[in-house]
């Protein structure tokens, strides 16, 4: 994620430092939202996030939606519509800190929008309960979920989740519990985890140590590190 937060010391938030950090840790590509569009305006943000990607290509925009109910952003389709137009990859939900349900009315219909528009969405642990996010993916098969900055505590309820809707994703950067990657892979197969930093709140040594670390083969890690998310966001990442 590009962009500072108010509560940690995150580094400077620019394209070039980040760049850095992918370059000290092997990181080829990313798709990255911008803290502006989480924490102020997804209007702006999302546009600031899309002026400061401008032509670096290792770099690929995932916007932040709201349901349109109060008129900040266009309805669903258009929405859609700007997305595809502007290459971005995924569409982040923050209903907690944005103040809907996950599961509500108010954002069903962006929700359908983007099942049909095969657009993935993330979203992070601590913005819905679980419950929400099965519910609105047992709903829309064609909606690939991921769900971002999962911890440990949560695994069992994951797991019921992960048994129970096929479409439901899990990435790397919370995922600390000792043998826990190795244990979801067995458990659902390497296609339902995605390699994912947690920058700029989280040192992506985590991640990386984690995956290059584990003790799966090599077609699992390529698969995890890089190939699920290029074909849940439609083929190569550029």
């Known amino acids: 994620m590009l962009g500072r937060l108010p509560s940690a010391p995150a580094g400077e938030g620019t394209v070039a430092a980040l760049t850095k950090v992918m370059d000290r840790f092997g990181i080829e590509a990313a798709v990255v939202a911008h803290t502006a569009a989480w924490r102020h ?3 702006t943000g ?3 996030l899309l002026a400061e990607v401008a032509g670096e290509p290792r770099l ?3 916007w932040v939606g709201l349901p349109d109910g109060c008129g900040e952003v266009p309805p669903p389709a258009q929405f859609v519509a700007v997305v595809r137009r502007h290459g971005v990859a995924a569409v982040r939900l923050y209903p907690a800190d944005h103040g809907y349900d996950l599961a509500g009315p108010d954002v069903t219909p962006l929700l359908d929008a983007l099942a049909a528009a095969r657009l993935p969405l993330l979203v992070d642990a601590d913005q819905a309960p679980l419950a929400e996010i099965e519910a609105i ?3 829309r098969p ?4 991921v769900v971002c900055q999962i911890g440990y505590r949560a695994l069992r309820r994951l797991a019921g989740v992960l048994v129970r809707t096929p479409n439901v994703h899990v990435d790397l950067s919370y995922l600390g519990t000792h043998l826990a990657l190795e ?3 067995e458990r659902f197969g390497t296609g339902r985890l995605l390699f994912g930093t947690g920058l700029p709140a989280r040192d992506p040594a985590d991640a990386v140590t984690r995956l290059l670390w584990s003790e799966l083969g090599d077609a699992e890690v390529a698969a995890i590190g890089a190939g699920n998310l290029r074909r849940l966001i439609g ?3 550029w």
């Open 137 to 139: 993916a047992a709903a």
């Open 46 to 48: 999302n546009a600031q």
């Open 235 to 237: 083929g190569e990442l």
């Open 183 to 185: 244990w979801l892979v």
């Open 41 to 43: 305006d997804p209007v």
């Open 142 to 145: 064609a909606l690939q979920v």
């Open 60 to 62: 690929r925009p995932a």
